[in-house]
Nanobody, 123 residues
Framework: VQLQASGGGLVQAGGSLKLSCAAS????????MGWFRQAPGKEREFVAA????????VYADSVKARFTISRDNLKNMLYLQMNSLRPEDTAVYYC?????????????????WGQGTLVTVSS
């Protein structure tokens, strides 16, 4: 699976953005997928994950009730709808594919990464 993230940009606090991740490869629908983010000077952190069929979804506490992860296996697409954005959400956002079918929050469990898309939230 090869991944390409897009949709980042500059938005004011309280605004919304929708990130997309295009996947190539026949096994996309077999893999759990996730979104991670990395702010300058910080570790990469988990944001959200979705199982192979969308039946299980997990969010980081910091984004729960504001972000929504989804996938379209027919289009080989992963999405992250981000609402009520805050300055602390500013980061490079990465989509990733895990070697497992279910959800996982652990960076080492992901073996395919997109190139990242920058989200900047101004106050």
């Amino acid at each position: 699976v090869q991944l390409q993230a897009s949709g980042g940009g500059l938005v004011q606090a309280g605004g919304s953005l929708k990130l997309s991740c295009a996947a190539s490869g026949r096994t996309f629908s077999n893999n759990g997928m996730g979104w991670f983010r990395q702010a300058p000077g910080k570790e990469r952190e988990f944001v959200a994950a979705i199982s192979w069929n969308g039946g299980r979804i997990v969010y980081a506490d910091s984004v729960k009730a504001r972000f929504t992860i989804s996938r379209d296996n027919l289009k080989n697409m992963l999405y992250l709808q981000m609402n009520s954005l805050r300055p602390e959400d500013t980061a490079v956002y990465y989509c990733a594919a895990t070697r497992y079918a279910t959800t996982t929050m652990n960076v080492p469990d992901y073996n395919r990464w997109g190139q990242g898309t920058l989200v900047t939230v101004s106050s």
